[in-house]
C-alpha cells in the first residue's frame, strides 16, 4: 500500500503544472484517510463517511473527486465536499486549507482546533502555525510536512508508516528533520 506515495513523490517540479499539482495532492488526501486514525466522536456513527472537505474556492478541478470517487477507508464512503468558512468546515474530519486562503485569514486553524479535524494546507508555514500536514515542493517532488503537537491535539493518530514519509515532523517528541 506505500508504494501508492511513491508516484506523488517522483514527480518533478517543471512537471507540476497547476493541474498535476493537485492531482498529486488529492492522491495524497486520498492516502491520508488510510494512515490516519479519528476519535469515535469524529463520526456520528460507525459507518458515517470520511467528508474531504475544501475550504473557500475548491483549486483541484474534480481531481479530489476523481481520486476519492467509490473510495471506501475503514469501511467509510469518502466524500468531498465545499465548505465556504471554518464554522461550516469543523466537523468534516479531513479540512484542506487552500494556500491564497490560509494567507488572507490564518485565524482559520483557531476555528477548526479541537474537533477531531485532520487539517491540510499548502506550506510549510502552516504546519509551523498549527496546521496538521502541509503540503510542500522539495527537490521538485509535492511532499508534506507533519506537526505532532497538532496532530495530538486534535485527538488523531497517524501511522508511523506515514509519518516516515514525511520531509519534516514539527512537535512531540520525535521531531526530526
Not at 463520526?43 to 463517511?49: E, R
Not at 469501511?75 to 494556500?99: D, H, M, T
Not at 494546507?121 to 502541509?134: P, R, T, V, Y
Request: some cysteine.
Amino acid at each position: 500500500m506505500l508504494a501508492a506515495w511513491l508516484p506523488a513523490r517522483a514527480l518533478h517540479a517543471q512537471a507540476l503544472g497547476g493541474t498535476l499539482e493537485y492531482q498529486v495532492k488529492a492522491a495524497y488526501l486520498l492516502n491520508f484517510t488510510r494512515y490516519v486514525e479519528w476519535p469515535e466522536q469524529a463520526f456520528t456513527s460507525p459507518t458515517a463517511p470520511i467528508d474531504i472537505c475544501v475550504l473557500g474556492t475548491d483549486p483541484f478541478g474534480g481531481a479530489l473527486e476523481q481520486a476519492v470517487a467509490g473510495r471506501v477507508t475503514r469501511g467509510r464512503p469518502l466524500i468531498v465536499q465545499v465548505k465556504r468558512s471554518a464554522a461550516e468546515a469543523r466537523y468534516c474530519p479531513v479540512v484542506f486549507v487552500p494556500g491564497a486562503l490560509w494567507r488572507r485569514n490564518p485565524g482559520l486553524l483557531e476555528q477548526l482546533r479541537g474537533h477531531g479535524v485532520l487539517t491540510v494546507g499548502e506550506s510549510e508555514a502552516f504546519a509551523k502555525a498549527g496546521g496538521i500536514i502541509g503540503f510542500v515542493i522539495e527537490d521538485g517532488s509535492v511532499r508534506f510536512v507533519v506537526n505532532l503537537d497538532a496532530r495530538d491535539g486534535a485527538g488523531l493518530r497517524i501511522s508511523s508508516r506515514m509519518l516516515a514519509l514525511a520531509a519534516h515532523l514539527y512537535g512531540g517528541e520525535r521531531e526530526r528533520p
